[in-house]
């Protein structure tokens, strides 16, 4: 491989997937009652479950990006030993992380000019941001260069959906999405929000529906009016710790389209933490966000 892929933690891949495309990640930072942690570390699996437990209970999480240093100690080595870099980072909208992570490699392009750098504002989160390194990863593979690779990216980014509901409006009013009225009243009534990733790569919602099922069954119907080709797609669902809500929505999914394969994975807990536990999301390509 002529260059390395590098996300970061939000992107939340699964160390399986990670592996395999032999990924380097910047890990994010959570903190729980003042006890810090990261969100990644290779090799290891955080209890997620545990994690949603002690949001349920609504203990304090907090959430930062990684510093400057762990990013220059992910990057530099890659550089060093003549490979190329290609960053693909979180949405700039939600984060500080992809302005970290470019201002480091803008003054590593300085210390190694012969290199190719590039990085890529996903505009995108969770397996959405995920599901862009994946195929990413898919067209090294294939032998494609880097440039082919930045080209694919940019052309796609406002193509992957993301599109996804929440159990428990506590948490998006805790972080500013909804008042707190509009969460004591849609918490009385069921009210179920469905929101998406709009083109700036901000959470912005979109329809209220009352009932959880209903608003699982509207993310799938997001996904019958904007998918493009949908039968021959990769399709990621993240989860706050509700598993069986994602399975239901990859059933629905796989009928519908004949997919066999979905992946669904854990929503990881810098980004769990502003959205909260019965999140789920629905991510795939689209002819238009």
């Not at 530099?76 to 693909?88: A, T």
């Not at 990621?236 to 990859?250: F, M, P, T, V, W």
Request: with cysteine.
């Amino acid at each position: 491989m002529s260059f390395e892929i590098v996300t970061d933690s939000s992107a939340n891949l699964p160390n399986d997937v990670i592996d395999k495309y032999n990924l380097h990640i910047l890990s994010l930072v959570f903190r729980v009652n003042d006890v810090e942690y990261a969100s990644y570390i290779k090799g290891e699996e955080n209890d997620l479950s545990q994690f949603y437990t002690m949001m349920r209970n609504k203990d304090l999480v907090t959430t930062s990006c990684m510093s400057p240093t762990s990013c220059l100690e992910i990057f530099e080595p890659i550089l060093s030993s003549g490979k190329d870099v290609l960053y693909i980072g979180f949405s700039s909208a939600l984060s500080g992380t992809y302005q970290t992570a470019h201002n480091v490699l803008e003054e590593l392009k300085e210390k190694y000019p012969e290199r190719k750098i590039y990085d890529i504002d996903t505009l995108g989160a969770s397996l959405g941001e995920g599901l862009l390194v994946t195929y990413a990863a898919k067209h090294r593979e294939e032998g494609k260069s880097i440039e082919e690779v930045h080209s694919w990216l940019m052309d796609n980014i406002l193509h992957l959906c993301h599109w996804f509901t929440v159990d428990d409006l506590f948490f998006l009013k805790r972080g500013g999405r909804v008042s707190a009225s509009a969460a004591v009243v849609g918490t009385v009534l069921g009210i179920k929000p469905v929101l998406h990733m709009d083109n700036s790569g901000r959470l912005i919602p979109v329809t209220k529906v009352r009932g959880r099922r209903k608003s699982l069954d509207a993310l799938f119907e997001k996904m019958e009016l904007l998918a493009i080709n949908p039968e021959n797609q990769i399709v990621y669902i993240s989860h706050g710790d509700c598993i069986e809500d994602a399975e239901y929505l990859a059933n629905k999914i796989k009928e519908r389209f004949g997919i066999k394969d979905i992946l669904i994975h854990y929503v990881d807990p810098v980004i769990g933490a502003h959205s909260g536990p019965g999140t789920v999301a629905l991510f795939f390509l689209g002819k238009e966000r």
